[in-house]
């Protein structure tokens, strides 16, 4: 399947998902939010992809909203057309959350507004050091979306979110690493080969710990220890009837690289 202002490639279990309106930035325009929603749809249920990779065409990652859209009211007429039930960027945002696979943001550029929001509801984001991140919505008359109000004081706290929301700042890629929003920087040449060295190393690991992981680690704000140790019982249950586990212990006893099936 193709899409107008969406890339999809898979190799070696990593799918790769590239926002592709590189000459306005790769702000939401269009169709471009239904494509997304339905792109990672389609990557969350294919049994040959374990890990997601959310990147942009050009020089930015994603710059937002396409405020020429709604200047022209363009984009309301466009979102009538989406689920009465929810907006697409609300089913994008639970896509991310709720697929048992990881997805790690590779951020080449500007990531502002809504697409610094897609970045934040990623597991993982690893940036350029060309790259830029802003909360702009006030600065535009509009509110945070995307999930900003839930992502990002859970990754930097709230006063630091309090601040980044409120006066709308851009940071640079090295103040975002030392504040927690990104988990790595790296030369702006050099991004496309990080993001495929971590998401290959998490490819070839087993894929059923794996997503348990992720299901665990989303509920860290709301589980005391009991429930984290109930959880991490009941996930050990289930990988101890897996046949990974066995390739697991083998591939270590025969000192080689496991080959893992999900299974």
């Not at 930097?156 to 979110?161: D, E, R, S, T």
């Not at 980044?164 to 700042?169: G, M, N, Q, T």
């Not at 690493?177 to 990104?182: D, E, K, R, W």
Request: aromatic content about 6%; charged content about 25%; glycine content about 8%.
């Amino acid at each position: 399947m193709s899409w107008e202002h969406v890339l999809l490639d898979l190799d070696d279990h990593v799918a790769t998902i590239t926002l592709n309106r590189p000459e306005r930035m790769n702000a939401f325009g269009g169709r471009m939010r239904q494509e997304i929603v339905a792109v990672l749809e389609q990557v969350a249920t294919d049994p040959e992809v374990r890990v997601v990779v959310i990147t942009g065409a050009g020089k930015a990652f994603c710059a937002g909203g396409d405020v020429n859209e709604f200047a022209s009211g363009e984009t309301q007429a466009l979102e009538k057309e989406v689920s009465s039930e929810r907006h697409a960027m609300c089913r994008a945002v639970l896509a991310i959350n709720n697929m048992e696979k990881p997805v790690i943001a590779s951020v080449n550029g500007v990531a502002a507004g809504g697409g610094c929001n897609l970045a934040l509801a990623c597991d993982i984001r690893i940036a350029s050091d060309r790259a830029r991140f802003g909360q702009v919505f006030t600065r535009r008359g509009v509110h945070p979306d995307w999930g900003g109000i839930y992502f990002l004081p859970r990754l930097v706290g709230y006063a630091k979110a309090a601040e980044l929301i409120f006066s709308a700042e851009i940071i640079d890629a090295h103040e975002a690493l030392s504040i927690g929003l990104v988990n790595r920087v790296v030369p702006h040449d050099d991004l496309p080969a990080a993001t495929k060295e971590c998401s290959t190393r998490i490819a070839h690991n087993a894929p059923i710990p794996v997503a348990l992981a992720k299901r665990g680690l989303q509920n860290f704000g709301r589980w005391d220890l009991s429930h984290a140790l109930d959880y991490e019982a009941y996930a050990l249950e289930l990988c101890m009837k897996s046949r990974d586990i066995v390739e697991g212990f083998a591939s270590f006893l025969e000192k080689r690289d496991p080959v893992f099936q999900g299974k």
